[in-house]
């Protein structure tokens, strides 16, 4: 007995061609989104390796105009700001969303979403100027803490928003569970809920820290930059951003090249930073799958 070949309908090869088509379209889209990102980093690169030398790490800028030296003060000051930022937004940033995701409905709930969607369309030079307002007037100079406060800020809305979508994502019934067993409502939520959203949470602040990084603006009304190393916090401090915008603007050679340099490291650092994220959510992904196991 022999089976009639089934006939293939037109309409198959229609969609056949036109995903082929679609999926043509997307890679190249892809390509055309990454060769400026590829050629920035590129020529940043070309610009700015040829001045990270061990000076540049270890050694205080030399005056204008005198060749050598480094930028070890900016590296420490942005170490110090960026740090105080995430002290100040982190825990502040994690509760409102716990507050957020757990009363969604209730007013403050709902003002707290507003707020943070009106925040992250600020523009941080405006974010600059009320810390300045709010910190640097009253001080009557500037400091590393009013930096600090600034990109805290600017961490917040990031910090918010990913945490309260991580944990949405939690099942209900890890929470139920937790409240039938008798545990409270707050170590529910630290017990539970927030070691369940833990790796999102990493995430959002890792991503927050990597913003807060690379912003220039609100330094030049908080920080302000300072040629010396200091690590005190009612003091002026030298940033990375800063300082890629004073020796950008200036007319010396050797201060040119620092600023590419400068921004390297910011480069390294922020990829650093993206990448330190994925391990600790690959890491933490595997123990709770050994746990489960």
């Given amino acids: 007995m022999t089976?009639?070949?089934?006939?293939?309908?037109?309409?198959?090869?229609?969609?056949?061609?036109?995903n082929a088509i679609m999926l043509a379209l997307t890679g190249l889209a892809t390509v055309l989104a990454l060769v400026p990102l590829l050629w920035i980093l590129g020529y940043v690169v070309r610009?700015?390796?040829?001045?990270?030398?061990?000076?540049?790490?270890?050694k205080l800028p030399t005056p204008a105009?005198?060749?050598?030296?480094?930028?070890?003060?900016?590296?420490?000051?942005?170490?110090i700001t960026v740090g105080i930022g995430a002290l100040i937004a982190a825990p502040i940033g994690v509760l409102a969303a716990f507050f957020?995701?757990?009363?969604?409905?209730?007013?403050?709930?709902?003002?707290?979403?507003?707020?943070?969607?009106?925040?992250?369309?600020?523009?941080?030079?405006?974010?600059?100027?009320?810390?300045?307002?709010l910190i640097?007037?009253?001080q009557r100079h500037f400091s590393a803490l009013s930096g600090g406060v600034v990109l805290a800020f600017i961490m917040l809305p990031i910090i918010i928003r990913t945490t309260e979508e991580m944990l949405k994502l939690v099942p209900r019934s890890l929470h139920e569970g937790s409240l039938a067993l008798g545990a409270p409502e707050w170590r529910t939520s630290l017990s539970v809920i927030l070691p369940a959203a833990g790796n999102g949470v990493i995430t959002g602040l890792m991503l927050a820290i990597?913003?807060?990084?690379?912003?220039?603006?609100?330094?030049?009304?908080?920080?302000?930059?300072?040629?010396?190393?200091?690590?005190?916090?009612?003091?002026?401090?030298?940033?990375?951003?800063?300082?890629?915008?004073?020796?950008?603007?200036?007319?010396?050679?050797?201060?040119?090249?620092?600023?590419?340099?400068?921004?390297?490291?910011?480069?390294?650092?922020?990829?650093?930073?993206?990448?330190?994220?994925?391990?600790?959510?690959?890491?933490?992904?595997?123990?709770?799958?050994?746990?489960?196991?």
């Fill in 65 to 79: 105009g005198v060749p050598g030296g480094g930028l070890v003060n900016a590296l420490v000051g942005s170490a």
């Fill in 136 to 138: 640097v007037l009253p």
């Fill in 47 to 58: 610009e700015g390796a040829p001045a990270l030398t061990l000076d540049f790490f270890t």
């Fill in 210 to 293: 990597a913003r807060a990084a690379g912003e220039a603006a609100p330094m030049l009304f908080t920080s302000f930059g300072n040629p010396f190393m200091s690590t005190a916090l009612d003091q002026p401090i030298a940033t990375l951003p800063h300082t890629i915008f004073v020796y950008a603007i200036s007319p010396y050679p050797d201060w040119h090249a620092k600023a590419w340099a400068t921004a390297l490291v910011l480069i390294v650092v922020i990829l650093a930073l993206n990448i330190l994220a994925r391990l600790i959510t690959w890491w933490r992904a595997r123990q709770l799958g050994s746990a489960v196991r």
């Fill in 3 to 18: 089976t009639r070949p089934k006939l293939i309908s037109p309409r198959f090869y229609w969609r056949k061609t036109v």
């Fill in 100 to 133: 957020a995701a757990t009363y969604p409905n209730t007013p403050f709930g709902l003002s707290i979403r507003f707020a943070t969607d009106v925040i992250s369309g600020v523009p941080s030079i405006i974010m600059g100027i009320f810390a300045y307002t």
